[in-house]
């Protein structure tokens, strides 16, 4: 069996040029809760809806491509809804099974690049969004 590593993915926002390099949550979760009977020694298990987890994307800030971006996306947090695709790659980067689509996706916060004078890391810039639903 071949390992993934964590480069051998694409994240892309739909509308948005260009891929981005970090991804996190996206994670399903439901709320359960333990119901116990008098004298039992097993709970039942309730279960509220699935929900996913906030979304976060961030890449490093490419001023000709990202100035225009960034200045439009700002007027469109709480407005704009767009999807988030995540696709695996081989180790040759082309692309394997089937991607995760991550639909109806509320910007709900643009992160502006980091500044310090001190520093030569890459300057970077995140998206948050709220998803409604996934598939793959």
């Known amino acids: 069996m071949t390992k993934q590593a964590q480069r051998q993915w694409l994240v892309?926002?739909?509308?948005?040029?260009?891929?981005f390099s970090?991804?996190?949550?996206?994670?399903?979760?439901?709320?359960?809760?333990?119901?116990?009977?008098?004298?039992?020694?097993?709970?039942?298990l309730l279960s509220g809806p699935p929900t996913?987890?906030?979304?976060?994307?961030?890449?490093?800030?490419?001023?000709?491509r990202d100035q225009a971006i960034l200045a439009a996306l700002r007027q469109?947090?709480?407005?704009?809804?767009?999807?988030?695709?995540?696709?695996?790659?081989?180790?040759?980067?082309?692309?394997?099974?089937?991607?995760?689509?991550y639909s109806d996706?509320?910007?709900?916060?643009?992160?502006?690049p980091e500044v310090n004078a001190a520093q030569s890391d890459a300057s970077t810039f995140d998206l948050e969004f709220k998803a409604r639903s996934v598939s793959n």
């Not at 996206?26 to 020694?41: C, F, K, M, N, T």
């Not at 996913?52 to 000709?64: E, Q, W």
């Not at 996706?105 to 502006?112: R, S």
Request: with cysteine.
């Open 76 to 101: 469109q947090v709480g407005k704009l809804v767009t999807s988030v695709t995540v696709t695996a790659l081989d180790r040759d980067m082309n692309v394997i099974g089937t991607p995760t689509t």
């Open 105 to 112: 996706c509320l910007l709900m916060k643009v992160g502006e």
């Open 12 to 19: 892309d926002v739909a509308g948005i040029e260009g891929h």
């Open 22 to 44: 970090v991804k996190q949550g996206g994670e399903r979760q439901a709320d359960v809760s333990e119901i116990w009977d008098g004298g039992s020694l097993v709970p039942d």
């Open 52 to 64: 996913t987890s906030n979304i976060s994307v961030t890449r490093p800030y490419d001023f000709p």
